[in-house]
């Protein structure tokens, strides 16, 4: 899209502050890093727990994210242009860089690939936004950019052929950024326009959760703020009510000291008159149970939504151990909610090197948790099955090129044979327990 004349570069300028400063933006990066609402509390409980109000909170929101990121490699490109894609990846410092462009677009829902002549700059949705294409929305129609260089805020905008900088008339502040305290449109001024050389915006937007999805913290932050608050009151429950509370029947008069119970101490009451008795009776401490009980119903909630796998807070929770075959049933939806990820990624990669002229593809590390015996298993069943061994082991085992290729080249010609004969011995044993189990040590 072309943006006609004034008017249109100017609704643009205003668009692009509106959509950086977005408060949601702020909202979303605190329920991730933790920073989230506090817990209400009445004023005297407030008082009384002024010093842990700040750890009130268990962050399963960074949880979901940084689970995600950890599965999240981009390992190489393939394609004609693979090498100077990988150099132009590599010169970047992406292979350390690439988990911050992930977070970003995870937590806000979206982020930013800008492309020029020099390269690809990955940019989050804080400083950067790009306006869908009303009849493609796979497309940018155009895109602006909102920054503080030194102390002047400056816009930049593209649209399909010329790109636009402004700067504001005012000195700026650094400290401005996503605080509501941008300048609007009015108050910048035109420095430059050339052509961006491109034949379209040279702005990529990334939605990891599909164009017309909600970003993750929008679903999952209701959820995470009633685990605060069932927190919160478990620890005011345990404050007031853990301990069990006497009642003493007597005529004498009691002072705190004389009922405080220590160890190897006991309370010694003086009926006092003859013809009545002293006694005390004990009400039982609060149970903290079901407080234990709710929570973990809306954190089993929060996994659900987020696609999280259950083994993440067992094996926290319990110490325990699953086996491999049950830690890839349980991470089937947590698996293809990466798969996703990579096709969106990958794609929007695909989109900033093609506008450079360079025909590449992103090559990810495997997401799937992999169990050698059961693996070895697989690859030999399907090999028996007449499936070729390095096919099988790229579309079901999810190996990347590069390692059929090492495998390849250690096995050698005699030790792929040796596998081969494997794998049709132990398809024979899988199918029929009575033969004799194979030799699987192939060398």
């Known amino acids: 899209m072309h943006l006609e004349n004034a008017d249109d570069w100017s609704e643009a300028i205003d668009l692009t502050i509106a959509h950086t400063q977005d408060r949601k ?10 920073i989230q609402p506090k817990i209400y509390l009445t004023p005297k409980l407030a008082e009384t727990f002024r010093a842990l109000a700040d750890s009130l909170t268990e ?69 950067m936004y790009a306006h869908p294409d009303p009849d493609d929305w796979m497309k940018s129609s155009w895109a602006g950019k909102l920054y503080v260089e030194g102390d002047q805020w400056k816009v930049t905008i593209w649209d399909e052929s010329v790109v636009r900088r402004y700067k504001a008339k005012g000195p700026g502040r650094k400290d401005a950024l996503v605080t509501g305290q941008a300048p609007g449109a009015d108050d910048f001024i035109l420095e430059d326009e050339e052509p961006h050389g491109f034949d379209r915006v040279p702005v990529i937007a990334v939605n990891p959760y599909g164009y017309l999805g909600s970003p993750l913290m929008d679903q999952i932050s209701p959820i995470q703020d009633r685990i605060n608050k069932i927190t919160a009151n478990k620890l005011v429950a345990a404050e007031f009510g853990a301990f069990k509370q006497r009642i003493f029947f007597t005529r004498q008069q009691l002072t705190p000291e004389a009922i405080r119970q220590q160890p190897d101490t006991a309370i010694v009451l003086d009926p006092g008159d003859s013809d009545a008795k002293a006694s005390v009776q004990e009400m039982g401490a609060t149970d903290l149970r079901n407080y234990d009980d709710s929570k973990n119903n809306e954190v089993d909630s929060l996994f659900t939504i987020a696609s999280l796998p259950r083994h993440l807070r067992v ?26 990820h990579q096709r969106e990624f990958g794609q929007a990669f695909t989109q900033a090197f093609d506008m450079l002229g360079i025909e ?31 096919a099988a082991a790229q579309k079901y085992l999810h190996w990347t090129n590069d390692e059929v290729a090492e495998a390849t080249l250690l096995k050698g010609t005699e030790q792929v044979g040796a596998a081969s004969q494997m794998a049709q011995q132990t398809a024979a044993f899988l199918t029929n327990p009575m033969l004799t189990e194979p030799n699987v040590n192939v060398g």
């Open 59 to 127: 962050n399963y929101c960074g949880l979901a994210v940084n689970s995600r990121i950890h599965r999240l490699e981009l390992l190489q490109f393939e394609g004609t242009g693979a090498m100077d894609a990988d150099k132009m990846w590599k010169d970047g410092g992406y292979p350390l860089r690439q988990d911050s462009f992930y977070r970003w677009a995870l937590v806000h829902g979206h982020a930013y690939l800008a492309v020029n002549e020099d390269g690809i700059y990955a940019n989050p949705a804080t400083t």
């Open 315 to 340: 094996n926290v929770a319990t110490g325990s151990n699953a086996s491999g075959i049950a830690i890839k049933a349980d991470e089937g939806p947590f698996t293809e909610a990466i798969f996703d």
């Open 360 to 390: 590449a593809f992103a090559e990810w590390k495997s997401p799937v948790v992999n169990d050698d015996l059961e693996n070895a298993e697989i690859l030999a069943t399907l090999v028996a099955a007449g499936v070729p061994w390095q």
């Open 25 to 34: 933006l702020l909202t979303r990066w605190g329920y991730y890093s933790g």
